[in-house]
């Protein structure tokens, strides 16, 4: 069995990017999908089954017949999303890139630079296309 941890942020293009990409990637019939989800900031106390990026990638996990498991954390995602994947064992992981400039990454960080630069683990990294 193939476990591949999915960092999902609030954006359904890049959810669907990443869904998307582990169906094509590995054989759906021995994989499973962790889809964790970071509230950097949650004083409202929202569940990560509240977030409509998580159901979309679920939604195309799902329709693939590959068993999901959600998960959430808080603070900081790179941490959370090294930290979840050594907790679990998975085997990958899988984050969406965002564009930003060199200067723009330099000044607000990168998640998936982070994610990379600190785990051992196999990182595939995704980007929507441009359509919708």
Same mark, same amino acid.
């Given at each position: @069995?193939?476990?591949? &941890?999915? #960092?999902?942020?609030?954006?359904?293009?890049?959810?669907?990017?990443?869904?998307?990409?582990?169906?094509?990637?590995? /054989?759906?019939?021995?994989?499973? $999908?962790?889809?964790?989800?970071?509230?950097?900031?949650? !004083?409202?106390?929202?569940?990560?089954?509240?977030?409509?990026?998580?159901?979309?990638?679920? /939604?195309?996990? /799902?329709?693939?017949?590959?068993?999901?498991? &959600?998960?959430? +954390?808080?603070?900081? !995602?790179?941490?959370?999303?090294? #930290?979840? $994947? $050594?907790?679990? +064992?998975?085997?990958?992981?899988?984050?969406? #890139?965002?564009?930003?400039?060199?200067? #723009?990454? @330099?000044?607000? +960080?990168?998640?998936?630079?982070?994610?990379?630069?600190?785990?051992?683990?196999?990182?595939?990294?995704?980007? !929507?296309?441009?359509?919708?």
């Amino acid at each position: @069995m193939t476990e591949v &941890l999915l #960092g999902i942020d609030t954006n359904e293009q890049r959810a669907r990017a990443q869904a998307e990409t582990v169906v094509d990637l590995f /054989e759906t019939a021995d994989l499973e $999908a962790y889809l964790l989800h970071d509230f950097v900031e949650n !004083p409202e106390g929202a569940s990560v089954v509240q977030v409509d990026a998580v159901h979309r990638a679920q /939604e195309i996990l /799902e329709a693939a017949d590959v068993p999901v498991h &959600l998960r959430e +954390g808080s603070g900081d !995602p790179a941490t959370s999303i090294v #930290g979840t $994947a $050594a907790d679990l +064992g998975v085997d990958a992981i899988c984050v969406a #890139g965002r564009k930003r400039s060199p200067a #723009g990454k @330099m000044l607000f +960080g990168s998640v998936s630079q982070s994610v990379i630069l600190n785990t051992e683990r196999p990182v595939l990294l995704c980007s !929507p296309s441009e359509t919708p």
